[in-house]
């Protein structure tokens, strides 16, 4: 016996649906469970590996998919992968309470972790635990956003964590050697993205040992690349200067 199934319909098992509003109408898609936040933080770029088809529906549960004059109407295209990629940046993941609790816990988590591994207390150069950034982040009731990446809230945590902890982001140990001709001009440049000058040593070239935050790593590669035509070197020693040993919060 034959099974009539209309054309438009699509069934899925295993799902895990993003939604979003637009137009005024609602479409959805069907992704693969654990995949949807992966492709948010980066770390899956192979979209066919979050996506279980490349349709927009509007309901995965009943498999009804959108028509393509919705599509163009609201999203002003009618490629489905274009689409699929707008919805899975800013739509939201529909998940059980029990599902949305233990991933934000996970993120929590997460997010902790990469302050843990970034940042010391600059006086003493330690690391603090994941388990006291934990703490301080209960403390200034920080509240994670799930459509939001782990490493760009990381960010936000270490700029409020400063008001309430002794905490910044550990420095990069750099060495850079700039011809002789260049080094005197570019050194009062570079100054202003400087920490603190370990060395300095100036004779055929100009060769400095210093720390950087390394949010200013970029800015001094472009300057010094740009300013000595590629004929300066910058050399990372360490990404990390940190003592051993964890900070304790007496």
Request: charged share 35%.
């Amino acid at each position: 016996m034959s099974i009539f199934t209309p054309t438009n319909q699509i069934r899925l098992t295993n799902v895990a649906v993003v939604r979003m509003k637009k137009g005024g109408k609602r479409f959805e898609i069907a992704c693969y469970k654990n995949k949807v936040m992966s492709w948010r933080s980066g770390a899956e770029k192979d979209l066919d590996e979050v996506l279980q088809t490349h349709s927009v529906f509007i309901n995965v549960s009943k498999g009804q998919v959108a028509k393509k004059e919705d599509l163009t109407k609201s999203f002003g295209t009618d490629d489905l992968t274009e689409i699929c990629k707008q919805i899975l940046a800013k739509g939201e993941l529909q998940v059980s309470e029990k599902e949305r609790h233990t991933q934000l816990e996970q993120m929590f988590r997460d997010i902790a972790t990469i302050v843990a591994d970034k940042c010391v207390n600059p006086e003493t150069k330690r690391p603090y635990t994941v388990n006291l950034i934990e703490r301080a982040m209960k403390d200034i009731h920080y509240s994670v956003k799930a459509t939001k990446s782990t490493k760009q809230q990381a960010l936000d945590v270490i700029k409020q964590l400063k008001e309430t902890l002794q905490i910044e982001r550990a420095h990069m140990r750099l060495r850079f050697i700039l011809p002789a001709k260049d080094g005197k001009k570019l050194k009062e440049k570079i100054k202003p993205l400087i920490k603190v000058i370990e060395s300095e040593d100036f004779d055929d070239e100009l060769e400095i040992v210093c720390l950087i935050d390394p949010g200013c790593f970029r800015e001094l590669d472009e300057l010094i690349r740009c300013e000595t035509k590629g004929k300066g070197t910058l050399e990372v020693l360490s990404l990390k200067d940190v003592e051993e040993g964890d900070e304790k919060l007496e």
